[in-house]
Every structure is written in C-alpha cells, then in structure tokens.
C-alpha cells in the first residue's frame, strides 16, 4: 500500500505563543558551552573511541576552553566507567573544568553513576528519562503519573548519593529526554518536581536541559518551547536553562540559536555536530557564526586545521570539505570572478586602512582560523586547474590527509610554474611517486622482522635492513611497536629525532591487487612538518616505508 504524506504524516502544531520575545532578540554574549563528543559523539561512532582517543580529545577539548565536558556514560559502559575513573585519579581535571556524568533515573545505573565521580573536586550528575507521548505508550507503558514518577525517584536518589558525597561540589542536571515532543505543561510539571527535591538556590543553580532528542519540527517551533519554558518554569533564577539540539531536519545550528535568544543560558554540543543519525548540534558552527557577529564565543578555534586534525582522529570520520568553518574547501573560489573579487577585496582593504573585515566571498577572515592567504589563492588555483587531491583519488586512489594536500599541490604549482602548462593527472602521479614514494636519500627501507621485547612483554623489537648509499646493513630498536621501534632504530644509527605527529592509511585496489598506502607526518626540533609516504601490500612495511619517505625529505631540505 502506498501513502501520500498527507496521509503518513502530520505537522507539527505550532506554539500557543502570540507575544513571542525572541525574534527581536540578538545573542550578545556567549552561552555556557558543554562538550558532549565523549559520551553523545562517541556513541554514534562506527568505531567507539578506545581510551587514547578518548584521552586525546578530552586534552584537546580543554585547549579550546570548555569548562563542561560530558565525559561519558559510566554505568553503561566499562570503558566510559574506568575512564572518568583515569581522570580523576592521574589529575587530569583542571580545576576549572567540570566534568559532566550522564545516566537514567534507574537505581543501579545513578548508584554506578556516584562510584565513578568519587574524588572528582566537581562535577555534573546528568540524569533523565524520557517523557513524550509516544515514548510513554510505545517504551514505557506507563501515563504521566508514571513517568514523573520515575524522574521523582532518580531526583531522590541523586540528591541522597550527592549529600553523602560532600568533597566533591556535585551540580545537577534534569533532562526530559525528547522534550520537544513532550506536552509542554507536562514538561514543566515534571522539571518542577525534580527542582522541589534539589532545591536549587541563586548561589547553586541546577541544569534544566530542554534536549531535541529528534529534531521533529522547524526551529522556530523549538524557539517558542524553550521561551514558554523561560518564562512558565518555577524560580528561573536558580535554574541554567540548557539546550541540547539535534539535527534531523539539519536545523540544528539555527534551532540553538534561536534558542538562546529564546532564554537559554546553556548549549550542549560537539565539534563539527558529530552525533546520532544527522548528529548533535555544531558548536564550532554556532561560536563561529557568534564571533563574526562581533561576539566573544569563549571558545578557542584560532587553528581549525588542528581541530579538524583531532576529530577526524579522534572519530575516525571526514569533516565534509564543505563543513562551515572546517571544511578544506569553504575558502576555496573555483570560478575566476569569485578570485577576483577576493583579490579586489583585499587590495581595497589595504588601501582604506580599516580594520573592519570586507572581503566579498568570504564572511571571516581565514586567518583567524589559522589559515593563511596563499592556501586561498594557490590551492584554489590548482582546484580549478583539475584537483590535483581530486585527480589522484579518483584515477589512483590516494587519499591525501589534508595538510599533504596543500603541501602537494605546492610541489605540482613549480612545476606548472616552470612549464607554464595544463598537468595531466598521470603527471601530477609521477611527480607524486618522484617526492614522497620514491624520495631520494641516504637510505633505502629493504625488510624487517620484530619480536617481543623479553624485558617487556608490551613492546616490540624490530630489526630492520636497509640500504645505505648502495650497501646492505641491518638497525634495531625497541618500541610500543613497529613504527615506535624504528623511529629507535634510526636514531640510534643516525642520530635522527624527528617525532611523529599523525599517521594515516587506507587500502587501494580489490583482492590480490590490494595495496595499502601509509601516510606519515613528522615534526623536527622546529616544529615544521615533513611528510613521507609508502605503498606495500603489507601494511606495517608502507608504514615502515613511509618513515624512511619522511627521513630522506627531512635530509633534502
């Protein structure tokens, strides 16, 4: 049977709300941010972050500034419990961070809960369940007597465990998951009931979070909840009213911004709106827009090649090389109108001597993002002579990491430079295959072969043969593993001591004709990158290859 949507689905009904406030409003300082990438982002990874990664954004998390970081979901999983355990103990907290510990008002779950925080200086106990319509007749079976009760006992619960644990300052936070199709009059009634049992005060204010646990309607719609919300929600002043969108309709940036202009005094978010289905909201994407409007995000994105380095990282997924802020490609112009305007831009810029930014085609200077004006023009110019990024992926599949990119298609703009002519992708391969795969040098990677270190059953020993000026010698060193115990080997035999910064693979062709390509970018005492790359049917071999790329370029320039 076949339905029309008229017939399969229904709107949203709007808002009784006829003297609305926020639509007139304008966002004149930043919210309080809290980072949910540990617990809500990681959950919807196709990999879930192991504790290095973990421990890699967390530091990285409070570089850009957050104070509040949902560090996971600790009775849900062994992993999130030992780790929130991790930082607490080998003092990883700065005093000025709070880390935040989300659980359901389930007895076992919010005791499990208080096990993991013990010892924390502070810390947000996040607890909720859930309370729309649908959630009550198809989850829980249960009426709104039922489900208030449950948030009732966890809020009891909460505060017991939180007066028995007086060391560490414990704010709480109430979510009633998938408030946005939850009555609103039942909403608030059960917020307030969890407020009765806190009982909050101006000097020690709890968290109501309003979540779009599904984003189901326009965002204006959530805009009038929240503010119904602000202004129907007993003793407003001891409460942070906090958001927590999602981004199923993809108006998930616009929905917290109208939000905060709706009351809000809380966003909760990941970078780049990493998150189930279409994902979180993007708080890279709010802070941004809020810092070209003149406004202070309190967040740190002055080098969002480093951001985008850790996520993509961290989550074992791309940003979208069209991502707000982010991607490789926003201040990219392919066409030549759109270059020269840019050029006119900035020439006119100079001229008046004003430090208000005015370039056509780009609504943020790019240097405040870390990224420099010649990227802008020289790798745009490449793009549209062809991609030189594009081109090998496509015809040879070699997925450049993005820093390599640009350092590439620097390589390939001297020889078009030079010759003054069109580049064919099989040109730009050769000249790929001249400066990373078959870089000239001292030495040349021939085999190696590793065994377990007999004073240490974690690390590995690795005795490597190489080629040195046309003669065969052999090197060893002992590591975490293989690239760790080469990087040894080398500096034990040369005296290099380069450090490895980030490393990347992927495989290309099917079957027997597979290949995998390592990537490899190092650091030397100045903090320059060099790249090396390697191609082998055996992985660890590219990688060892790929070091070797990175030594002998290190020694050429």
Not at 36 to 61: C, S, T, Y
Not at 246 to 252: L, W
Not at 309 to 323: G, I
């Amino acid at each position: 049977m076949t339905f029309t949507p008229g017939e399969k689905y229904k709107p949203f009904a709007p808002i009784d709300l006829p003297d609305r406030q926020w639509p007139t409003k304008v966002i004149e300082k930043a919210p309080i941010w809290c980072s949910v990438d540990l617990r809500d982002g990681n959950q919807a990874l196709i990999e879930p972050m192991g504790h290095e990664r973990k421990l890699r954004m967390f530091r990285h998390l409070v570089e850009l500034g957050f104070k509040e970081i949902e560090v996971g979901f600790p009775s849900a999983s062994q992993t999130d419990f030992d780790f929130v355990r991790f930082l607490i103990e080998e003092g990883e907290i700065p005093d000025d961070v709070k880390i935040q510990v989300l659980t359901q008002a389930r007895e076992e779950l919010i005791r499990r809960t208080f096990e993991s925080i013990k010892g924390a200086k502070q810390a947000i106990v996040h607890l909720y369940n859930s309370t729309s319509t649908l959630q009550r007749r198809v989850v829980f079976d249960l009426d709104k007597v039922g489900i208030k009760q449950i948030a009732i006992e966890g809020a009891k619960l909460v505060r017991q465990l939180a007066d028995e644990m007086p060391e560490t300052h414990i704010q709480m936070e109430y979510s009633p998951e998938s408030f946005t199709q939850t009555e609103l009059d039942y909403a608030c009634e059960v917020c307030a009931a969890v407020m009765k049992i806190w009982k909050p005060t101006v000097d020690n204010k709890i968290i109501i979070n309003l979540p779009a646990t599904v984003e189901v309607a326009s965002a204006n719609i959530y805009a009038d909840q929240i503010e119904w919300m602000h202004r129907n929600l007993p003793d407003r002043d001891k409460v942070l009213l906090s958001l927590h969108p999602h981004n199923d309709r993809g108006t998930g940036v616009a929905a917290a911004e109208f939000g905060i202009m709706a009351g809000a005094d809380r966003v909760e978010g990941t970078l780049f709106g990493n998150g189930e289905r279409t994902g979180n909201v993007d708080v890279v994407n709010i802070a941004m827009n809020m810092y070209t409007q003149g406004v202070d995000p309190k967040l740190d994105f002055s080098d969002i090649n480093e951001v985008v380095r850790t996520v993509e990282y961290c989550n074992q997924l791309p940003v979208h090389p069209r991502h707000p802020y982010g991607g490789d490609l926003v201040f990219t112009a392919f066409s030549g109108s759109h270059q020269d305007a840019i050029k006119k831009g900035f020439g006119a810029m100079k001229k008046s001597n004003d430090p208000l930014w005015a370039i056509p085609y780009l609504p943020i200077d790019p240097a405040d993002l870390g990224r420099n004006y010649d990227a802008v023009i020289r790798v745009n110019s490449q793009s549209g002579k062809g991609g030189v990024a594009y081109l090998l992926e496509e015809d040879y599949g070699i997925e450049l990491p993005r820093l390599l990119q640009v350092e590439f298609s620097k390589v390939v703009q001297g020889v078009t430079d030079a010759t003054g002519k069109e580049l064919s992708s099989a040109t730009i391969y050769e000249i790929f295959e001249n400066e990373y795969l078959n870089a000239k040098g001292d030495i040349e990677f021939i085999d190696h072969h590793t065994t377990v270190d007999t004073h240490a059953s974690e690390r590995r020993k690795l005795v490597a043969t190489i080629r040195e000026k046309g003669k065969e010698r052999t090197v060893e060193g002992i590591g975490t593993g293989p690239i760790d115990a080469y990087m040894s080997a080398l500096k034990q035999a040369y005296g290099f001591d380069l450090k490895v910064n980030d490393y990347r693979e992927h495989t290309t062709g099917f079957g027997s004709d597979a290949v995998a390509v390592a990537y490899v970018e190092m650091r030397d005492d100045n903090g320059e990158p060099i790249f090396g790359v390697g191609r082998h049917a055996n992985i660890v071999t590219a990688s060892l290859k790929a070091i070797t790329s990175a030594v002998n370029r290190s020694k050429n320039q």
